[in-house]
Each structure stands twice: as structure tokens, then as C-alpha cells.
């Protein structure tokens, strides 16, 4: 069973960053974050393959940056220029590289962006 342990979130005002750390319990090709607002859809934000293959939600392009560090099966998102939309839980995402693997998810780590 693969665990996923986030780390970073908290209270910032508009223009502020956060920086979001994820530990998995082992290596996964494909890993990434996304976010959940109340009333919303859960979303994608970022995502990152083994071979740092990454794709972002075109709303946090320019101000968010996903990185891996492959060796400790971690994962990072930088976030720049926070917004009050931005606010949500965030949630670490990962599975194997095979066809029809099922998703793991960590805990979340809350995320508000507020003056």
C-alpha cells in the first residue's frame, strides 16, 4: 500500500507563495497535485512523470512550479503570486505506470489565501 504524506500549506495573502512538499512511501511514475475548493470539483493543478514529463492546469501556468526529486520519491510545488482563487485543499497524487493502476492520494494540506 503506498502512502502519500503532504506537507506546507497554510495562510498567505495575495501575492504570497507557499511551497508544498510531498513524500511518497515509494517510487511511482506518474505523481502530481490537485485541489479541491468547497462546492468544486476536485481539479488538477500539476503533474510529473518519472521522467519529469509535466503538465499544469493553464490557471496556475507561470505562477506554479512542480519539481521531483526521483531518488527520495518526493515531489514539490512552488507557488508564486498566490491568489484568493487559489485557495483549496490540496491533494498529493500518485500511481504506477501501468495501464489501469489506481490512484493514491494523501491526507491534503489546506491552502487559504486571504488578506
Known amino acids: 500500500q503506498v502512502q502519500l504524506t503532504e506537507s506546507g500549506g497554510g495562510l498567505v495573502q495575495p501575492g504570497g507563495s507557499l511551497r508544498l512538499f510531498c513524500q511518497a512511501s515509494g517510487p511511482l511514475h506518474h505523481m502530481g497535485w490537485y485541489r479541491q475548493a468547497p462546492g468544486k470539483r476536485r481539479e488538477l493543478v500539476a503533474t510529473?512523470?518519472?521522467?519529469?514529463?509535466?503538465e499544469y492546469n493553464d490557471s496556475v501556468k507561470g505562477r506554479f512550479t512542480i519539481s521531483r526529486d526521483n531518488p527520495n520519491d518526493s515531489i514539490s510545488l512552488q507557488m508564486n503570486d498566490l491568489k484568493p482563487e487559489d485557495t483549496a485543499v490540496y491533494y498529493c497524487?500518485?500511481?504506477?505506470?501501468?495501464?489501469?493502476?489506481?490512484?493514491?492520494w494523501g491526507q491534503g494540506t489546506q491552502v487559504t489565501v486571504s488578506s
Open positions: 497524487q500518485a500511481r504506477s505506470g501501468v495501464a489501469g493502476a489506481p490512484d493514491y
Open positions: 510529473i512523470t518519472y521522467t519529469k514529463i509535466i
